[in-house]
């Protein structure tokens, strides 16, 4: 029941910034994390960041800390992906996904996931 929908992907030149979005339907405990991953051609998924429910609680990716912001906005039920400073290297796909209870940083532990948007970085 639970549905994940990741907006926001596209084109941006390196230095550039970007906003992805993950609307979700069906999350109704009051205790979750919802969290991005990446995967980029011939690598490993990876998280990249997450937040929890109900308190607001991040976690970022060592890497990704400082140029990229997770948030979140409860009336629209909807996370972001706020990405600034964008390099080739940043160039994957970006996948939204859930699962119930705190953060864990394996994409195993995550049940629920859309079907990922596409960021590309140019040099």
């Known amino acids: 029941q639970v549905q994940l929908v990741e907006s926001g992907g596209g084109l941006v030149q390196a230095g550039g910034s970007l906003r992805l979005s993950c609307t979700a339907s069906?999350?109704?405990?009051?205790?979750?994390?919802m969290a991005w991953f990446r995967q980029a051609v011939g690598k490993e998924r990876e998280m990249v960041a997450a937040i929890s429910w109900p308190y607001g609680s991040t976690y970022y990716t060592a890497s990704m800390k400082g140029r990229f912001t997770i948030s979140r906005d409860d009336n629209k039920n909807t996370v972001y992906l706020q990405m600034s400073s964008l390099k080739p290297e940043d160039t994957a796909v970006y996948y939204c996904?859930?699962?119930?209870?705190?953060?864990?940083?394996?994409?195993?532990?995550?049940?629920?996931w859309g079907q990922g948007t596409r960021v590309t970085v140019s040099s």
């Open positions: 069906g999350l109704t405990a009051m205790s979750y994390t």
């Open positions: 996904a859930a699962r119930w209870r705190d953060y864990d940083i394996s994409q195993r532990a995550y049940p629920y």
